[in-house]
């Protein structure tokens, strides 16, 4: 059983940076591609950013391209989101997921969730 936890969340300032990280119990190395997802209060999930199992491709929403960057170490199973430029409606519970494979779209794994709060 994999575990996902995610850290790095908190209180920024809009404009401010934070950079999340997501790491992963056991040695999952590339088995698995890594999503990053947010959560608004009284909003719909959505994807933010997605990196393939080697690190080699990445996508990102359109609210966020230019200004996130997702990343990989996979010598120590850790996922990240850099987050800069950050604005107010970027406030959100923050997660990360594990698919199968490059081109599934079924998630094996969920973290818990990190808080991110941007103020004006």
């Known amino acids: 059983q994999v575990q996902l936890v995610e850290s790095g969340g908190g209180l920024v300032q809009a404009g401010g940076s934070l950079r999340l990280s997501c790491a992963a119990s056991g040695r999952t190395g590339s088995r698995y591609a890594m999503d990053w997802f947010r959560q608004a209060p009284g909003k719909e999930r959505e994807f933010v950013a997605r990196?393939?199992?080697?690190?080699?491709?990445?996508s990102y929403a359109d609210s966020v391209k230019g200004r996130f960057t997702i990343s990989r170490d996979n010598a120590n199973d850790t996922v990240y989101l850099q987050m800069n430029s950050l604005k107010v409606e970027d406030t959100a519970v923050y997660y990360c997921a594990a698919r199968y494979s490059d081109y599934s779209s079924e998630y094996a794994y969920w973290g818990q969730g990190t808080q991110v709060t941007v103020s004006s």
């Open positions: 990196i393939s199992c080697s690190g080699g491709s990445t």
